[in-house]
């Protein structure tokens, strides 16, 4: 009795020992301990028995058979969860032997006992029948945790949609699967249910559609190419930018027209924030397109919130420093035509390397500045508020973005075409020197960034370049006669 002692102390440390290693096998470790609990309570039980002078002969057996049950799972955890790791195999390996050594300790628990195990299965159909159907769906559940193995249609990791049950496979066991839903449950689906329903494995990029609905007034091909270029402008978090997002035109109803944002998802059940982004995507850039959603029919508005009255362009205008030498009718004239437009965070405004003709300037928010280094990589140089503006070098001398420029937080900036400042530009030629020289300053800082020019180096290059950048500002906008001329 010594000895199952000693055995009984060194499973528990073991047991212990492992804790901390083995997250995942503490369901056997705690199997393993509560076998042992029940040993100490049969021991404590015989202790007493054997005051009175009962025989405890059974007992003893039955504590040994209890040690022999907690080894057993000792034994595969250490074998099958720790030697045999790198292997990787199959989960229910370790199970079945879990269930082959549990029959072999009870079945020689009942042999010392002098029960006859064969007899009673050999001689008793009735006996035969009731254990056949009541380990029933355990064997089917079994089974279908072998085929699953085995087949390999089911994987750890794999989202599956099984009926109303949809989530991550967290691990296939001998008898169940565990699925971690998007909520954070965990549900336990028996394999037989598993191998008998028809069970989809999303893929790694899956189709996800994002409706909304406008009125029949919009031009469906005004929307689409709105709504198109707003959620192609930059990626989405956990959307795939290959392929690329489209939209739909999907049903037309009596009321509205219903479209939807088609977006590919690359993290399979978490849809919820991308498509809050896409509707937010879709929301300013059909702003921008000067589509507004039409009216709800039977809703009923008891209350209008009074509009946020809108900053004077002017200001903005005047805050820049390549404006500086216009008077007021100038700044005026040009605000009435600088377009007001809003970006939500995360869209890119300009990109590096495309064409424009038109300078920005932050009403309103943050802004990100990357530039795209000659390994491909972007990297932000800077940060751009209320009062900043951007794009100059498109719009006065019809260069391409010479960097990207993305919202940090909503964003409203005014836009200002060539259209809008060629009407100045021609009537006072001598702006295009001072312009010329606020723009090459600030292509210095820029080329600085990018080369890692000293500073010396940087002055002569902006006096070089702002010579070149004179001519071309004055090409760009026909006023080199204008200026001889006068």
């Not at 998007?182 to 598993?194: E, K, Q, S």
């Not at 037309?252 to 479209?259: A, I, K």
């Not at 080199?480 to 001329?485: F, G, L, M, N, Y």
Request: proline letters at 4%; aromatic letters at 6%; one cysteine or more.
């Amino acid at each position: 009795m010594q000895n199952a002692w000693w055995g009984a102390l060194a499973i528990f440390l073991t047991a212990l020992a492992l804790w901390g290693p083995l997250k995942r096998d503490r369901g056997r470790l705690r199997t393993a301990i509560g076998m042992l609990a029940v040993w100490v309570i049969v021991w404590g039980g015989a202790g007493l028995a054997a005051w009175w002078a009962a025989d405890v002969r059974t007992a003893d057996q039955i504590e040994l058979a209890l040690i022999q049950l907690a080894g057993v799972q000792i034994v595969v955890v250490i074998i099958f969860d720790l030697l045999l790791r790198r292997l990787k195999m199959p989960r229910f390996t370790g199970e079945i032997a879990i269930v082959a050594g549990d029959i072999w300790v009870l079945g020689g628990l009942l042999l010392h006992l002098g029960v006859n195990v064969t007899g009673i299965f050999t001689t008793s159909a009735v006996v035969t029948a009731i254990v056949g159907l009541s380990l029933q769906d355990m064997l089917s559940n079994i089974a279908g945790g072998i085929a699953l193995e085995f087949e390999g249609g089911i994987k750890v990791g794999d989202h599956i949609r099984c009926n109303d049950v949809s989530g991550y496979v967290q691990y296939v066991r001998l008898r169940h699967t565990a699925v971690l839903t998007t909520n954070g449950d965990t549900v336990i689906l028996p394999n037989h249910f598993l191998t008998r329903s028809a069970v989809t494995v999303m893929s790694a990029s899956h189709r996800w559609f994002v409706p909304f609905s406008l009125s029949y007034t919009e031009d469906p091909h005004e929307v689409v190419a709105a709504v198109e270029s707003a959620l192609q402008a930059s990626p989405i978090q956990d959307v795939a930018v290959d392929p690329a997002p489209r939209c739909v035109v999907q049903e037309l109803t009596p009321g509205h027209v219903n479209y939807a944002a088609v977006i590919w998802l690359s993290n399979p059940g978490h849809d919820t924030m991308p498509t809050h982004e896409v509707l937010t995507r879709v929301y300013f850039g059909l702003a921008r397109a000067g589509i507004t959603p039409g009216d709800i029919p039977h809703v009923v508005e008891t209350r209008r919130r009074p509009a946020a009255t809108a900053a004077d362009p002017a200001d903005t205008l005047r805050r820049a420093p390549v404006f500086r030498l216009l008077d007021d009718d100038e700044i005026r004239s040009l605000a009435a035509q600088a377009k007001s437009v809003s970006f939500a965070q995360g869209e890119m405004i300009v990109r590096q390397g495309d064409d424009g003709e038109s300078m920005y300037l932050l009403r309103a928010g943050r802004a990100a500045v990357m530039l795209r280094g000659a390994q491909g990589g972007e990297q932000k140089v800077a940060e751009i508020e209320a009062g900043d503006f951007f794009g100059e070098m498109s719009l006065f001398a019809g260069e391409r973005r010479s960097a990207s420029v993305t919202a940090l937080t909503r964003l409203h900036v005014y836009e200002l075409s060539r259209a809008a400042i060629l009407p100045v530009m021609r009537t006072r030629p001598e702006l295009a020197e001072d312009i010329a020289t606020v723009i090459a300053h600030r292509g210095a800082e820029l080329s600085v960034i990018r080369e890692r020019l000293d500073e010396e180096a940087a002055r002569l290059r902006e006096l070089s370049g702002r010579a070149q950048l004179l001519q071309r500002i004055r090409r760009y906008f026909g006023i080199e006669t204008a200026r001889a001329s006068a």
